[in-house]
């Protein structure tokens, strides 16, 4: 951090595009200043060994090193924000504490949220790791005491938050893993899954029944929050007709 308490920043692209939007999106918050930019991940990690960085904007899918695997040789990485068009990567970016994971094309108010993150970040974090597939099945590997469990998506039932922790429900089994319900729900977001309530994320092709209250999976039923009722209902009855 600089004498000024900024925030020096690198950005790391292949996609000079990409590198001009991170550029502008820097310079217009004023607690960030740009120290560099480079094309790829080997031009970063020569530009690390001789300048101090705080925060890193990491593109994943680069030519010769992935941004990923840049990361992993770094005895000490700074904070890293990445950076992709590819939503496959996430789970392995949050498996390597990144503050935040920003899919392209991206937005200012995605940018800013991001950013805002950065005085809040702690780096005792237990991230799922990577999500893979077989075949179309997507999976996760959650951390469980000293195992890592696999649970494929298209499994969950729902998942309950209980503090630090979430409980993860299948009709096989039940996860208690450390993890926060918003970054689950971020990681989920596309993957037919809906946040009903402050500690609930269910899955929308397993509700069998909903009132304006409540939704029904597998015979259990679980409360829509009065702040999500307008629009998960509006959403359910829709899907409905």
């Known amino acids: 951090m ?4 900024k925030i020096r920043c690198l950005a790391v692209d292949d996609e000079p595009p ?3 939007i991170l550029k502008k999106y820097i310079s217009t918050v004023s607690t960030l200043e740009l120290a560099g930019t480079c094309n790829n991940a080997v031009e970063a990690l020569n530009f690390l060994r001789g300048t101090s960085i705080d925060l890193l904007f990491l593109d994943i899918q680069m030519p010769q090193l992935l941004g990923t695997d840049l990361i992993r040789t770094l005895k000490n990485p700074p904070r ?3 950076t992709t068009a590819h939503r496959k990567f996430a789970l392995e970016g949050f498996e390597l504490d990144a503050i935040d ?3 392209k094309p991206i937005s200012l108010e995605r940018f800013l949220k991001a950013v805002n993150k950065l005085p809040q970040q702690s780096s005792a974090s237990s991230l799922p790791a990577l999500a893979t597939t077989a075949g179309e099945r997507t999976y996760f590997f959650f ?5 890592k469990v696999k649970v494929f998506l298209d499994e969950i039932l729902y998942i309950e938050s209980l503090r630090e922790y979430v409980r ?4 096989e089994k039940n996860i208690l893993t450390k993890f926060q319900l918003s970054r689950i729900e971020e990681l989920l977001s596309q993957n037919n899954f809906l946040r009903i309530h402050r500690s609930f994320i269910v899955a929308k092709d397993k509700i069998s029944a909903f009132t ?3 939704v029904e999976i597998n015979n259990k039923q679980i409360p829509i929050g009065r702040s999500y009722k307008e629009w998960v209902v509006a ?3 829709k899907g409905s007709s």
């Open 101 to 103: 994971y920003l899919l």
């Open 18 to 20: 990409a590198l001009d």
């Open 212 to 214: 304006t209250v409540d």
């Open 168 to 171: 993860i429900t299948t009709k």
């Open 80 to 82: 890293v924000i990445f």
């Open 235 to 237: 959403l359910l009855e």
């Open 143 to 147: 951390s469980v005491g000293k195992k």
């Open 2 to 5: 600089t004498h000024d308490g």
